[in-house]
């Protein structure tokens, strides 16, 4: 299996002239909006957005181009502008441990410097003339709008079947990866066929990547940097909650709803919870849906060229089943 390092540093050339022609994008006339943009470009994740961009780039071209920079550049507009506006919504004041756009600079600064990015990721499509990809990463923004309400309306009457549980994550997390693998596909193919296909395979490995997220939450292990029983607390309903709410005993279901409705805040009640999804074997189910989608995933690369980018793609979602945090 690849390591995380491994997987960077087939990529890292790309990332770093990436990074350069993010700040470009992201360059604007007012001080206030560099000093912001700049502030959020210093925090930046691990950045799998933009490999899995310019891995299936590599994969099916055997190397990047001007477009690809441009789709990896206009996904992470897109993104970062969702994620200031997540911010304002969510009354949140971090951000992956530092303080948020919104808590520095209040909420109209936030929302108007989510509406810059977005602009500018438009602009950045349109001067290029780069409809199909302003298409596919529009599509992915429309998504998780929709996967984000769709969450909402649900949590309120804890009603949520596997079947939902599957469409808002397909639509709040793995259409943005899904985006990622079609733009980059798009950028140096005009096959619609292939483009699809790894649309299909970003929006798998999206899958696989959110369910990870959740068996995380009924971890004991602080060193994920998430708090365990956040979902719970949050009442999220998640895959392994929502397994054993509709596998389990009369006593055990309402324990549950009891804890996640009433309970939600007390540490010992939602240990208890934590404890219950496991013993009824919610983990376990979670987990191998998790394999199997990740199988699927797999699959869908099978007629596309063998090469170093498509070994190291495969690693990256091996990653996504296995990683620690």
């Given amino acids: 299996m690849l390591s995380v390092k491994e997987i960077k540093s087939s990529v890292s050339d790309e990332m770093k002239v990436f990074e350069q022609k993010f700040k470009v994008a992201m360059a604007s006339d007012a001080p206030l909006l560099n000093k912001i943009t700049h502030y959020v470009i210093k925090r930046k994740g691990k950045q799998m957005r933009p490999m899995f961009v310019f891995l299936t780039a590599k994969m ?47 909420n ?67 259409s943005l990866i899904a985006a990622c693998c079609a733009g980059g596909a798009a950028s140096v193919s005009d096959d619609k066929e292939v483009v699809q296909t790894m649309k299909k395979f970003g929006e798998l490995v999206g899958l696989a990547f959110q369910i990870k997220d959740d068996i995380f939450d009924y971890g004991d292990d602080e060193s994920i940097g998430k708090p365990t029983g956040n979902d719970i607390r949050e009442q999220k309903m998640t895959l392994p909650l929502i397994y054993v709410l509709n596998n389990s005993d009369l006593e055990v279901k309402r324990t549950l709803m009891n804890i996640v409705k009433n309970h939600n805040e007390d540490k010992v009640q939602v240990k208890k919870a934590i404890k219950l999804v496991i013993e009824s074997g919610g983990i376990k189910y979670a987990h191998q849906k998790m394999i199997e989608i990740k199988t699927e995933a797999i699959a869908l690369l099978d007629n596309m060229p063998n090469n170093r980018a498509k070994e190291v793609l495969l690693g990256l979602v091996d990653y996504t089943v296995t990683r620690k945090k």
Avoid at 74 to 90: F, G, R, S, Y
Avoid at 145 to 165: A, F, P, W
């Fill in 60 to 106: 099916l071209n055997g190397e990047v181009n001007e477009k690809t920079y441009r789709a990896a550049s206009l996904i992470e507009l897109l993104h970062t502008a969702t994620l200031v506006h997540d911010d304002v919504v969510d009354d949140a004041n971090e951000r992956r441990g530092f303080f948020s756009v919104n808590a520095l600079w209040k």
């Fill in 108 to 174: 109209k600064i936030a929302v108007l410097v989510g509406d810059y990015l977005l602009s500018q990721g438009l602009l950045m499509s349109v001067e290029n003339e780069e409809f199909e990809l302003l298409k596919i990463v529009s599509q992915a923004v429309k998504e998780m709008s929709e996967g984000e309400l769709l969450q909402i309306e649900k949590s309120r009457k804890l009603d949520i079947t596997e079947e939902v549980y599957f469409e808002v994550i397909r639509k709040k997390t793995a």
